[in-house]
């Protein structure tokens, strides 16, 4: 998840809609990229890497259709992701909240192939005025209580990393103070949430008043809003675009980490100059290192939901089976880098 989404916990199905004027490069480019050259399946059970040892701790490839352009209700995005070799699935809190004659159903099609929840959206939008953070908390309680009838654990949102009219100090107390009160109705529900800083630079320069963009920003804002239950959304392109580290994240303990997403950027652009909504599939140019991340993801035994997120308008634009094969096959290369995973 990034910046700037619209919130989307409410929604039955999801579809992305493409982004930004530029394309990275051509279909052809693209598919060769991404691995494959036909559209016939895939033939693995699972995106995981292998693993060599007997460690059961590896991180769960989970489908979030959104982010690849890809559309279905929450049952189709169930037997996609189990089609594909997904070990998670996003759940979809307002489709959840309408469906609980089927809680048993969900249940049982989880259980029967190994899948467990990745994060939901936040459908609170605590960026603008009071009004509106207060019409969002109204519909709150409804959604986290479908996720927690559900089984789903995990909420996830972004940060701005810029103000048009806040100073970073004002800013940071009203980001607490309303991350706080969000938090603290989730905890009732058993549910965690996820903060992503977002490290793009053009967007830190975008408003007047520069913002959390950094690991540890996100960590001293956590530490704020003290109620146990928040913790990181680690994106490979933020960590990249905010210089931090391998060691930042060996810093962390597993359970401080909600999701992971995975993404790539464009090639032959200045690290600075890359636009947010303008990625690749995950390892697709390496032009972003992953292989550290992915290390020190491992060393920290984190297992949660790893995500694809490449925001890319030529794989918006195929065909929802096209575009599965190839985000399938781009995260099981890219989580083979990680070896111990």
Wanted: glycine share 10%.
């Amino acid at each position: 998840m990034s910046f700037p989404h619209g919130t989307d916990a409410g929604l039955d199905s999801v579809k992305a809609t493409p982004l930004g004027d530029r394309f990275a490069w051509n279909r052809r480019a693209f598919l060769h990229a991404a691995g494959w050259a036909s559209l016939g399946g895939l033939g693995v059970s699972s995106l995981s890497a292998q693993q060599t040892g007997p460690s059961a701790r590896r991180p769960r490839p989970c489908l979030t259709p959104g982010s690849i352009g890809v559309e279905g209700k929450q049952m189709e995005v169930m037997e996609m992701a189990v089609r594909h070799g997904f070990e998670a699935v996003e759940p979809f809190p307002g489709f959840l909240a309408g469906k609980k004659s089927d809680l048993g159903e969900v249940r049982q099609v989880m259980k029967r192939h190994g899948l467990t929840w990745g994060a939901s959206g936040l459908s609170v939008d605590f960026r603008k005025d009071d009004n509106v953070f207060r019409q969002g908390m109204k519909g709150l309680p409804r959604l986290a209580q479908a996720l927690q009838e559900f089984e789903a654990t995990r909420v996830g949102t972004w940060i701005s990393p810029s103000h048009a009219t806040l100073p970073y100090l004002q800013n940071f107390k009203l980001h607490a103070t309303r991350l706080r009160e969000i938090a603290s109705l989730l905890k009732d529900h058993g549910l965690r949430l996820g903060l992503e800083y977002v490290g793009t630079h053009t967007l830190l320069v975008r408003q007047r008043y520069p913002f959390v963009h950094t690991l540890a920003e996100t960590q001293d804002l956590i530490g704020e809003i003290g109620t146990g239950n928040v913790g990181v959304v680690l994106d490979t392109w933020h960590w990249w675009q905010a210089e931090d580290t391998p060691a930042d994240i060996e810093s962390l303990k597993a359970e401080d980490i909600v999701s992971v997403d995975l993404n790539d950027a464009p090639a032959g652009i200045e690290k600075r100059s890359q636009l947010d909504h303008q990625r690749e599939l995950p390892g697709a140019t390496g032009v972003i290192d992953v292989a550290p991340f992915l290390r020190a993801l491992a060393k920290i035994g984190y297992d949660g939901p790893v995500r694809p997120e490449p925001f890319n308008k030529v794989l918006n634009a195929l065909p929802n089976e096209s575009a599965l094969e190839a985000t399938a096959r781009a995260m099981k290369k890219t989580l083979a880098l990680a070896g111990s995973f």
